[in-house]
């Protein structure tokens, strides 16, 4: 298990943003990888394609618009957008203030992290004529409830939705409550995306807080207990990703 941050991870080009791969090969994930953008107003991520990759992409601050050649579908903090492979996307900030991305892949593309999807202006690929996106934007706290754990979990994405490679949730804890993680046969992440909590794991004990992230490989596990943080809030909000092309 590893404890990261969405501002310590190795930069990439990808457009005219600042883009970061925080959870990716280099580091030992094999099976998701998670990345994190700040991109000014007008800045874009270029449009490009994943052959076999699902994106799962979070406003966390700001918004933006998807792009899909002319079309642009609006996206605002506390939303997910869902691209099946195959599918052209981009991102663009088409707002006055600064957005912050972040996004989950699975499988890993390593194309995108070689430059090879960062096409020169004009060169983007594009839908095609006629195309019908099977893109979605979801807003987080209006996913499925999940009965029988603590706090108010969202199913948000899975293969009962469509999805193939990757599931993610959406937890809401109120000060206090907990919840562990059991061993599975895949990896996870983890990303606070506002309040607080502790973590233990095998004796350890670490506080996270916003951009804060744990990447667990297949059979760790962890007890994370939401806490109050600095500015009295008293709800902490969390992202959770896992794979699912390496389930039994």
């Known amino acids: 298990m590893q404890i990261l941050n969405l501002e310590d991870g190795i930069f990439f080009e990808m457009g005219d943003g600042k883009n970061w791969r925080v959870v990716h090969p280099e580091m030992g994930a094999t099976q998701i990888t998670l990345n994190h953008g700040i991109h000014a107003p007008g800045q874009e991520f270029t449009q490009h394609i994943h052959d076999q990759s699902e994106d799962a992409i979070i406003c966390l601050e700001g918004g933006g618009s998807i792009r899909q ?3 642009y579908t609006p996206i605002t903090a506390g939303e997910v957008m869902f691209v099946p492979a195959g599918e052209v996307h981009g991102t663009k900030n088409t707002t006055s203030e600064p957005a912050r991305m972040m996004s989950f892949q699975a499988p890993p593309d390593m194309a995108l992290y070689r430059g090879e999807r960062n096409h020169a202006s004009g060169q983007s690929p594009r839908p095609e004529v006629g195309h019908i996106s099977d893109v979605q934007v979801i807003e987080m706290s209006k996913g499925g409830p999940i009965f029988g754990r603590s706090g108010n979990w969202r199913n948000i994405i899975s ?10 949730d959406f937890i809401q804890l109120e000060a206090e409550q907990s919840f562990k993680h059991h061993p599975q046969h895949t990896e996870s992440i983890y990303v606070v995306i506002d309040g607080s909590a502790y973590v233990k794991s095998k004796g350890k004990e670490w506080d996270l807080t916003f951009k804060d992230v744990i990447f667990l490989n297949a059979n760790e596990t962890f007890e994370l207990t939401a806490t ?8 902490t909000k969390i992202v959770h990703c896992r794979s699912l092309s390496f389930e039994d």
Do not use: F, I, M, P
């Open 69 to 71: 050649g002319n079309t």
């Open 159 to 168: 293969d009962k939705k469509g999805a193939k490679y990757l599931s993610l």
């Open 228 to 235: 109050v943080d600095k500015n009295e809030n008293q709800l």
